[in-house]
């Protein structure tokens, strides 16, 4: 962060004021009426040195809230004459931002066209998502899809993270890593697109992994310098990760109520990943306990694809996967994909792809070596 002449502010001076008048008056100060508060009362200063968020100890929860309560913030970027009065959080200045959720707002707040990423660190978080309540508990991360009415609860002992991103940016992020996973992608996108979805929830394993990445988007978010936004949405993308990897592992939960079968598919899918190479739909029904009719009525209907579609998806990624990261030969990568024959497997993947195994090959190769080049 450069030095420059504006006014700042620390996030625990805004945090201060919204709880003064949350206890004393009952009233809900939003952002906007905070700082400007603070302004009128002289409660600024000139450049402050951001807190060094690379320096946490991991393992110390309080040290890290201590570092986003010096965070300073720009409040000439906050004030500008036609500011929304209506904001409670930090505006966005890169395609996304990181934060502590404040636990002194209860107006439910529009999530627009930013996707909210909920992650619970300590303690649990009750929210409202279009009417929907649900609860969260630690190690809990929340996906909330845009256009959605959103409203929090918890207290202050509670330690609840936020990364709010662009629709663009997620998209780019989240769907560049199911390249090699097209049926997963097209459910994803299907259950994006359904309005009767809201959220896709995970429980995080590796909770120190999180903690790493939330400590380098807080580093790089207040950064400010010539890569930081580069940087900065590199970790959306491994934090997208973890819930891509909740999603195929079944750790992923889906809202049940009204489309039931969202809920259970990445379980069914899961399952066909793994016995692709024998299994019919008739095995699969019969494992799920579905009539076997309705199963491939509800597959299409999530992914756009018959049971049998599905399975020629999974061989050719499988086999994309081969041809751009072995050497094996296309008669080898044919067997290893389930094709009855490399001649079989170059024609199906032409149909396809619109090229032969070689030339996709070939080109992948050569794209890998201008990137390395650069």
Not at 3 to 17: E, R
Not at 132 to 142: A, I, M, P, S, V
Not at 240 to 253: H, K
């Amino acid at each position: 962060m450069e030095k420059d002449n504006c006014d700042y502010v620390k996030i625990k001076d805004i945090n201060q004021i919204i709880k003064k008048y949350y206890d004393e008056k009952h009233r809900e100060l939003t952002l906007f009426e905070a700082v400007l508060i603070l302004k009128e009362n002289g409660r600024t200063s000139a450049y402050m040195p951001p807190p060094d968020f690379l320096g946490w100890n991991l393992d110390d929860i309080e040290e890290l809230c201590r570092l986003i309560d010096d965070i300073p913030v720009n409040i000439t970027y906050l004030l500008p004459p036609e500011a929304k009065k209506n904001i409670y959080h930090v505006p966005m200045q890169f395609s996304a931002m990181v934060f502590r959720e404040n636990c002194y707002h209860s107006e439910k707040y529009y999530t627009g066209n930013v996707y909210a990423i909920t992650y619970v660190l300590k303690g649990s978080v009750k929210l409202t998502i279009d009417d929907e309540q649900y609860e969260l508990k630690e190690r809990h991360l929340l996906l909330t899809l845009p256009g959605r009415n959103y409203c929090s609860y918890h207290t202050d002992a509670d330690v609840i993270l936020m990364v709010s991103i662009d629709e663009s940016l997620f998209q780019k992020a989240f769907f560049g890593l199911l390249k090699h996973n097209s049926v997963l992608s097209l459910f994803l996108h299907k259950s994006f697109d359904n309005k009767e979805q809201n959220y896709l929830m995970c429980s995080v394993q590796k909770d120190r992994d999180l903690r790493f990445i939330f400590q380098h988007l807080f580093h790089e978010f207040i950064s400010g310098d010539t890569y930081s936004e580069d940087v900065f949405c590199s970790y959306i993308q491994i934090l997208c990760t973890y819930i891509i990897r909740g999603i195929e592992s079944s750790d992923c939960v889906l809202p049940k109520k009204k489309k039931p079968f969202y809920g259970i598919f990445p379980e069914i899918y899961k399952y066909i990943q793994i016995y692709w190479n024998s299994l019919t739909l008739e095995q699969l029904a019969q494992e799920f306990h579905y009539e076997r009719s309705y199963l491939g009525k509800c597959l299409s209907e999530v992914t756009g694809k018959t049971f049998s579609e599905i399975v020629s998806c999974i061989k050719l990624d499988k086999a994309k996967t081969y041809l751009t990261e072995t050497n094996l030969r296309i008669e080898e990568i044919a067997v290893l994909s389930g094709y009855s024959s490399s001649d079989y497997f170059s024609h199906s993947f032409r149909k396809e792809v619109g090229m032969s195994p070689r030339k996709y090959r070939k080109e992948k190769q050569n794209m890998a070596l201008n990137y390395m080049a650069k």
